[in-house]
């Protein structure tokens, strides 16, 4: 099987699911990241053969495409910013929505004169945590989760990207025993109900972990009320949390956050043109 040949084998077999230009990016993703042979390849040697191991390789991929399992599971790694991320299905995998809280945290943090403490609450892949180390040096940063799979991961990232990071066991619904004063707080945490389960895609639904995905159906901000009662105590005045929100309860986070009487806010949307951040001031 020649190049040419495995890539029209994966357009035939994978059509009914994805586009021809999402299919091709799978090939691609795959020929460099599992066989390390360069995306330009294709173009150039068309009709250079598979070995039989790559062959039996590129099989049990496209079985897993057809299953609908995550392509960033199947290889497992995923890019986030400028990093390289080992995922498993223990982790979410990073979102480019993601990409750009951690956008709008450096671009209010660009020229800091001291250090500044941040932590990162449920940080999974630990991607958040580790973007803003590498691209901000004067944050110190902690990452804390409750699972420590999800942390060793988080530490194998951290340390494949050459990033400073702290990490902490901790369950961030019980903060009331986490003593640290901070700065800036920053949190991706789970924010879909249930009942919104029957409008995901199988890939998300059948396979990422839906403990960093679904809360209570009748208590959906339980994490972000934890974090905000921590704030009272350990972020200091003037500090600032960057929530990446569910937008469908962007009105019930307002009367959250305004019920402290101590916070104050500001709204951003997506790529997409969703309101999906908030950026929340002690005052």
Not at 61 to 74: A, D, T
Not at 75 to 103: C, D, H, M, W
Not at 247 to 271: A, T
Request: hydrophobic share 40%; glycine share 2%; charged share 25%.
């Amino acid at each position: 099987m020649t190049y040419s040949e495995g890539r029209n084998i994966f357009r035939e077999k994978l059509k009914s699911l994805f586009e021809v230009n999402e299919i091709d990016f799978y090939f691609k993703t795959v020929l460099q990241s599992i066989f390390n042979i360069e995306q330009t390849a294709l173009a150039l040697s068309p009709t250079k053969l598979f070995n039989e191991n790559q062959k039996r390789e590129l099989e049990k991929v496209l079985k897993q495409l057809l299953q609908e399992q995550p392509l960033q599971y199947i290889i497992g790694k995923a890019y986030f910013r400028s990093l390289t991320l080992t995922v498993n299905s223990s982790v979410l995998i990073p979102r480019p929505e993601t990409e750009e809280l951690v956008n709008w945290v450096l671009e209010d943090h660009q020229n800091l004169e001291e250090k500044q403490t941040l932590i990162d609450f449920g940080t999974g892949s630990g991607c958040i945590a580790i973007a803003l180390a590498k691209e901000q040096p004067s944050f110190e940063v902690t990452a804390i989760d409750f699972y420590s799979s999800v942390l060793n991961l988080a530490k194998q990232n951290a340390i494949k990207n050459k990033t400073s990071v702290s990490f902490l066991q901790h369950d961030i619904l019980q903060l009331n025993t986490l003593k640290l004063n901070v700065d800036i707080i920053v949190s991706n945490p789970p924010y879909i109900p249930p009942s919104e389960q029957r409008e995901m895609k199988p890939n998300v639904l059948n396979y990422e972990p839906h403990l960093a995905l679904f809360v209570p159906e009748n208590d959906p901000l339980i994490f972000y009320r934890s974090i905000l009662e921590y704030g009272l105590l350990y972020l200091v005045s003037d500090g600032l949390i960057y929530f990446e929100i569910n937008p469908r309860f962007l009105s019930e986070m307002k009367s959250l956050i305004l019920s402290f009487k101590v916070y104050s806010i500001l709204e951003r949307k997506d790529i997409f043109g969703k309101l999906r951040m908030l950026r929340v001031q002690k005052k």
